[in-house]
């Protein structure tokens, strides 16, 4: 299954992004600080990175300088999830190579598409399970109904499934 790495400062989002990732057929490796985004990404190999701007310990560019001096991630797509307007990042990111961006509140879509665009491989959905088969007391659509048979005598022990009982 492929790997995405996730750090936001807010422990909501960060689990709306992982629900998103899964729900995509991805595997959401989550860092519960800053300072163990290296230490996970070494240990996993994300694909990508999924990463806040605006952070206390270091902000996202520090850690996307930090990641990319790496062996393990110095290729690795990194997407910044933030409310800090697309401009202001790309500003300070300038041209570093595999850098993409989404918004918040989160978009599955934008996500998906963010994803896709920057080259992390497409996970296949699972095969939908397969539909029931319809129940044989119900006619497929379009078919004649035949109303059942009411013969006016009680079905008393169940036993006549073709007469109601309106008892």
Same mark, same amino acid.
């Given at each position: ?12 989002? *960060? ?5 998103? =990732?899964? @729900? ?6 989550? !860092? ?12 996993? /190999?994300? @694909?990508?990175?999924?990463? %806040? ?28 999830? !933030? @409310? ?10 300038? %041209? ?7 918004? +918040?509140?989160?978009?599955? +879509?934008? =996500? /998906?598409?963010? =994803? ?7 996970? /296949? ?33 169940? !036993? *006549? ?7």
């Amino acid at each position: 299954m492929t790997k995405i790495l996730v750090y936001d400062l807010d422990p909501q989002f *960060r689990e709306e992004l992982k629900n998103a =990732l899964t @729900s995509l057929g991805y595997e959401a490796v989550l !860092s519960l600080d800053g300072y163990g985004v290296l230490p996970l990404a070494e240990k996993h /190999k994300p @694909s990508a990175v999924v990463l %806040d701007f605006k952070l206390p310990e270091a902000d996202g560019f520090e850690i996307l300088k930090r990641l990319r001096a790496t062996a393990f991630c110095a290729a690795t797509p990194i997407i910044f999830a !933030s @409310s800090t307007p697309k401009f202001e990042i790309e500003f300070v990111v300038m %041209d570093e190579p595999g850098v993409g961006y989404i918004d +918040k509140p989160l978009d599955p +879509k934008q =996500l /998906k598409a963010t =994803l896709e665009a920057m080259g992390v491989p497409a996970v /296949k959905a699972a095969p939908a399970p397969a539909a029931r088969p319809p129940a044989a007391d119900i006619p497929p659509p379009g078919a004649p109904l035949t109303p059942p048979v009411f013969t006016g005598e009680p079905d008393l022990d169940g !036993s *006549r499934d073709e007469i109601i009982d309106l008892d």
